[in-house]
C-alpha cells in the first residue's frame, strides 16, 4: 500500500508552526513497510482541500490527514471529506455525551454550536477516539480509497494512531522495514575536522545504487549519518539482509570513525 500525507492547516502554510506531525507520520509508516512518496500541506480551504484529495488519489492507495478537526468555522477538513466520500454525517452520542459531561466539569454549561459539530461523525465508517483531546478521527472507505483523518494537534494525533490506526495499517502492509543506523564523526584521539558526507559516501561507492538493503548518507553538523535500509516479511529477515551490508560499511568507513552502530527505532 503507498499512503500520502496530507497536512490541513494554514498555520502551516504561514510558517507559524512546524509541521511535525508528518515527519511523525513519516517514520511510523515506515516502520510498517508502507511506502510514503508524497507529503502535501493544504490551507483550510474545502476546494484546495479536495484538489489535494484528488492529486494524491492519482497515486496513492490512502491518505492519511491531519488537522482541520476542532470547533472552529475554519475546520472544515471531516465535513469536507464526508462530501467527498458520500458519508452521511450523523451524531455519535458516545462524542456527544462527552462533551457534555466535559463542559458540566469544567463549569461552562451548555454546549455551544462548535463544540457540538465535533460529536457530528461520518455514518458507516470506523471512529477513532479521543482520549487526549475532544475531536474524534476516523477512517473512511469507499471505492478503494481509504482516508484515515486525525487531529491536528500532536499530542492527541500521535496516540490516536498507535492506539488505533497501526493495527488497521499493518493489516494493509505485506512487509517490514528494518533500518541501521552508523554515525560517522572525527577520531576520538583527533578531534579535528570532521568526518563529511562527501568522503563518506566516496568510501561506500556502489552500496549507494543498492535497492535492498538501500543505503543513504545525510549530513549532520557533528559528522554524518549512514542508513542502512532493508525490507522482508519479517524483523528477522530483514537484519538477515542488513547486517552483511552494515558490516561492509563499517569496514569501509574504519572504526575509529563510527560512534556507533544501532537500530533505528524512533
Do not use: W
Request: net charge negative; proline share 5%.
Amino acid at each position: 500500500m503507498i499512503v500520502e500525507i496530507i497536512s490541513v492547516g494554514t498555520e502551516i502554510l504561514m510558517g507559524n508552526i512546524v509541521n511535525t506531525n508528518a515527519q511523525y507520520l513519516a517514520k511510523r509508516l515506515a516502520h510498517l513497510g508502507l511506502d510514503c512518496h508524497y507529503q502535501t500541506v493544504v490551507g483550510d480551504n474545502p476546494e484546495r482541500i479536495k484538489s489535494a484529495l484528488d492529486v494524491a488519489y492519482s497515486r496513492a492507495d490512502a491518505v492519511i490527514m491531519t488537522g482541520g478537526l476542532g470547533p472552529t468555522k475554519d475546520d472544515l477538513t471531516k465535513e469536507m471529506l464526508m462530501e467527498y466520500f458520500g458519508k452521511r454525517p450523523v451524531v455519535d452520542t458516545q462524542v456527544l455525551n462527552f462533551l457534555e459531561e466535559r463542559s458540566k466539569a469544567r463549569g461552562f454549561g451548555k454546549l455551544s454550536d462548535g463544540m457540538k459539530k465535533q460529536a457530528i461523525v461520518p455514518d458507516e465508517s470506523l471512529i477513532l477516539y479521543n482520549h487526549h483531546g475532544t475531536a474524534p478521527g476516523c477512517v473512511m472507505e469507499r471505492d478503494g480509497k481509504v482516508c484515515i483523518l486525525l487531529p491536528g494537534p500532536p499530542h492527541e494525533m500521535q496516540p490516536m494512531f498507535e492506539e488505533c490506526c497501526e493495527l488497521y495499517l499493518n493489516a494493509k502492509s505485506d512487509k517490514v522495514l528494518v533500518s541501521m543506523i552508523i554515525k560517522c564523526v572525527s577520531k576520538f584521539d583527533a578531534p579535528i575536522a570532521i568526518v563529511g558526507e562527501s568522503p563518506v559516501a566516496d568510501r561506500l561507492a556502489e552500496l549507494l545504487d543498492g535497492t535492498n538493503p538501500t543505503v543513504a548518507t545525510y549530513a549532520k553538523e557533528d559528522g554524518c549519518i549512514v542508513r542502512v535500509t532493508a525490507a522482508a516479511k519479517t524483523h528477522d529477515e530483514a537484519l538477515t539482509i542488513l547486517n552483511p551490508v552494515v558490516e561492509t560499511c563499517r569496514e569501509r568507513i574504519g572504526a575509529d570513525y563510527i560512534q556507533y552502530i544501532k537500530e533505528d527505532t524512533d
